[in-house]
């Protein structure tokens, strides 16, 4: 895993029916799927994969925001509790009615954009 975080972005919210999505990302060289995987084209430069079989999500890529790299979400995994957040992203765009005081660094971006972490109290005011 090349990164871990909670995305609160409202394209990962809509995409995984959910508050917030737990992802993390990973190299596309040597990823391998099993199983009848279908994508779609949600957005410019976005393909978000999903099964075939059930319908879950299963990966969000932009090659070119992030080249060679593909986001999955947590929940995918067989084992979720092998995945620890390190981040919350895009945390400005959260549902009003979360506020996640656990400590970790909150971007209203990715981090990896220039925006600076903020704490706790600097995201809740």
């Not at 990164?3 to 809509?14: D, G, K, M």
């Amino acid at each position: 895993m090349r990164w871990t975080a909670y995305c609160h972005c409202e394209s990962c919210r809509r995409a995984g029916s959910a508050p917030f999505v737990a992802l993390f990302g990973m190299a596309d060289e040597g990823l391998t799927w099993s199983g009848p995987v279908g994508s779609y084209a949600s957005s410019e430069d976005v393909e978000r994969g999903f099964c075939r079989s059930c319908g879950s999500p299963l990966f969000y890529r932009n090659p070119v925001r992030w080249p060679n790299e593909t986001h999955i979400p947590a929940a995918t995994l067989e084992d979720p509790s092998v995945y620890a957040p390190k981040a919350h992203v895009y945390y400005s765009e959260r549902l009003p009615w979360i506020e996640m005081r656990d400590g970790l660094p909150k971007y209203d971006g990715t981090g990896d954009d220039g925006t600076r972490p903020l704490s706790d109290d600097e995201a809740h005011g």
